[in-house]
């Protein structure tokens, strides 16, 4: 359901709120009990896993001491790309958490999840060139929040042989997930507990799933969060992410209901538009500082005509692997689907990032929990320069000088020792010498830097065939020449398929009269 939409029917109508919630935690300690396995709750900060979460934690609390044995993991996965007011709540909620559970002697275990270095967003897009996600080439949400949870939750699995996963989905969220609930109703092996779909020894409970996004709210502002996190500011961020900046009081079907806003990843292009973000800085001039943010996430959109000649001319006419490949536009124009990001625009996406995180630092209207904000991490800057350096071959090795051109401070990381062969110095020189053609700058470089990497190794063996990959990528001038030469390749290869046609027929009619007069 979304803003605008009616409101869905409430799990509260037959028995009311009250008894709702007591037949609920009664569930809730019954299946707790049940057996041994411990349960992870999946916390996005949100309203629907924090409404799990509140009941788990209301329910436990009423159960005596020595009845709270199990582990009750609260996991969050941070993609590093999050919204930053909503990051900066969800750490805040996780601390308080922390701290009322070792207090209260509540089995609640906190934990932050992040990705693998090799899998954030920026070590993909602006290290290894991956373009902006899209629908047909969604390479984010697999390795910023699958896999990490997901790790996360087969090590508890395979360390106590099962695991309980409690979800805050809900069937009224929309008509996917209700088809999803429907399907999974056909599988379940006990009493409100699937089996996961794609983990092993893992049960999925959903204890909210019959609840509107009203019957949400309706709890929330009812009971108090009791690990002293407050529930009405969060209706606040809510209210503030809505476009009317409104949450009205719902009194029949036709009127919207509040806060079922959608937060996320602030640099997602899946979605037409960060809606969430754009009414933040609209409804509060004090958010105004995430502008620059707002600013990059359009910006690496794809969407319209201009944007789309953007993308393209942004991005390397070769493929990863140096290949060409074509396809018929809507025209019947032949044209080269576009690879990764070049070495110019990578390095333009990173002087844009570490640029607008110091515009935010500065800015006097940012909150001091972004003063320190890092919208790329150190660790994610030297995986980028090990890429770029030894993956690429771009051994400029620029991500330093960027960084302290932008930041205006010294490069944190480590030093790595030059040789004169790669010095600024003598690569400028090999640009000239290249009459300033990118391609044969490329090219040259990458020979130099391939060869000098196997001087370095005991044995030789195989720099003929590295060599020979760079020749290959490089032997075309730009787009065009590549274009030309592609469709010149497809010509022959039909002509050679013709010619095969007609001699396969030729050899069977041959076959057939031979027949025949052997018929005879």
Known sequence: MTVGMPASHSAFEAKGLTSTLDGLIEL??????????????????GKDSTAVTQLVWTALHKLPANKRVKPVYVI???????????????????????????????????TLITPDVANTFWVNLIGRGYPAPRPKFRWCTERLKIRPSNKFIEEVASKHGEVILL????????????????????????EF??????????????????????DVWAYLLKESNPWGFSNKDLLSMYRGASEDNECPVVVDTSTPSCGNSRFGCWTCTL???????????????EKEWMLPLLEIRNELDFRGDLARQRDKERRDFRRMSGHLQFYKDKDGSPQLIPGPYTQDTREYWLRRILRAQSEIRSDELSPDYVQGLELVTLSELE????????????VEDLVPRIYEEEIGEPYPGPARPTTDLFSQELLGLLREACSHSEIRYETTRNLLAVERSFRLKGRRHGLLNELEKIIQRGCFENREEALAYKIKENEIKSQIQDAGDELADDESLRFELQIEKDGE
């Open 28 to 45: 809730i300690q019954d299946l707790y009990q049940a057996d041994n396995f411990p349960w992870t709750i999946g916390y996005s900060g």
């Open 383 to 394: 995986e980028i320069r090990r890429i770029w350096t030894q993956e690429k071959l771009e």
């Open 271 to 285: 979605v037409d538009q960060d809606k969430s973000m754009s009414a933040m800085i609209q409804n509060d001039h």
């Open 193 to 214: 507990l699937t089996p996961h779909p794609d983990l092993q020894n893992t049960l999925v409970f959903t204890p909210i799933e019959h609840w509107s996004n009203d």
């Open 167 to 190: 979800l805050g989905a809900r069937r009224h969220e929309s008509a996917v997930r209700a088809h999803g609930f429907s399907q999974r109703d056909k599988s379940k092996v006990r």
């Open 76 to 110: 969050t996965t941070d993609t590093l790309v999050e919204n930053p007011v909503v990051s900066a709540w969800v750490n805040r909620s996780l601390q308080t958490m922390k701290e009322h559970a070792k207090q209260e002697d509540m089995p609640f275990e906190p």
